[in-house]
């Protein structure tokens, strides 16, 4: 069975701290790895995209990791602010069939604190 | 170019009458994606829809729900009878044709139900 988990399931950091991420699947075959952030409220909204050949991708203070060997990713922010403060969902699509069939985990909730 | 659109944003219904929501994707995109998250929980696919026509809907409950995308105007989820474990925030999101098997989706706002 296709499987997302996430952890932590919640996090609290100061603002300006570091946090890492951590999303272990069971997809397979995979075809791609995308993070997503989601507001409070709001719908969500994809930082970043893995493709199976790739390690590193980063999109301003947010770097996406994948090891697709270990099938794990992580998901690293640097220099924390209180806007970063979200659900961080990671979603992974299979390598046959549509967007219907992605995989969702349950998401790490963040809480960046004075 | 306006992102997906849903409305309403927010609806109270009490049990035993129908929920109507609505979804307008983003422009060019024809493939509709409707999605459930309960509180504390993860998003859920319901159905995929493209024009006038129902792709997927392993996901969705075989009573009480419906939807559809007519060739003209939004995507429609309907919910009948309603029930309070149909208290949710249902998201649509959409996709071009050219990209629907690389799981890029747009996300609109949500819908959230509230069912007394």
């Known amino acids: 069975k296709n499987q997302v988990e996430q952890s932590p399931q919640s996090l609290i950091i100061l603002e300006g701290k570091n946090c890492t991420l951590q999303?272990?699947?069971?997809?397979?075959?995979?075809?791609?790895l995308r993070w997503y952030k989601q507001d409070t409220g709001r719908g969500p909204v994809s930082l970043t995209i893995?493709?199976?050949?790739?390690n590193t991708k980063s999109n301003g203070r947010y770097t996406a990791t994948l090891d697709a060997d270990t099938k794990q990713s992580s998901l690293h922010i640097t220099a924390s602010q209180l806007s970063d403060s979200a659900s961080y969902i990671c979603?992974?699509?299979?390598?046959?069939?549509?967007?219907?069939?992605?995989?969702f985990g349950t998401g790490t909730r963040l809480q960046v604190t004075l | 170019n306006a992102g997906v659109m849903q409305n309403p944003r927010h609806l109270v219904r009490r049990r035993g009458q129908e929920a109507r929501l609505r979804c307008s994707p983003m422009k060019g995109h024809s493939h509709v994606y409707w999605y459930r998250q309960l509180p504390e929980e993860g998003l859920k696919f319901m159905v995929y829809?493209?024009?006038?026509?129902?792709?997927?809907e392993s996901g969705m409950p075989k009573e009480r729900f419906s939807a559809e995308f007519p060739k003209e105007g939004p995507s429609i989820l309907r919910i009948q009878q309603v029930v309070r474990g149909d208290s949710a925030a249902y998201f649509c999101?959409?996709?071009?044709?050219?990209?629907?098997?690389?799981?890029?989706?747009?996300f609109g706002e949500g819908s959230r139900l509230t069912v007394l």
């Open positions: 979603v992974v699509t299979p390598g046959t069939g549509t967007a219907s069939k992605l995989t």
């Open positions: 999101a959409s996709s071009p044709p050219s990209r629907q098997n690389t799981g890029e989706l747009f």
């Open positions: 893995m493709t199976f050949s790739e």
């Open positions: 829809l493209q024009k006038e026509n129902i792709i997927d």
């Open positions: 999303c272990n699947y069971t997809v397979s075959p995979f075809s791609n």
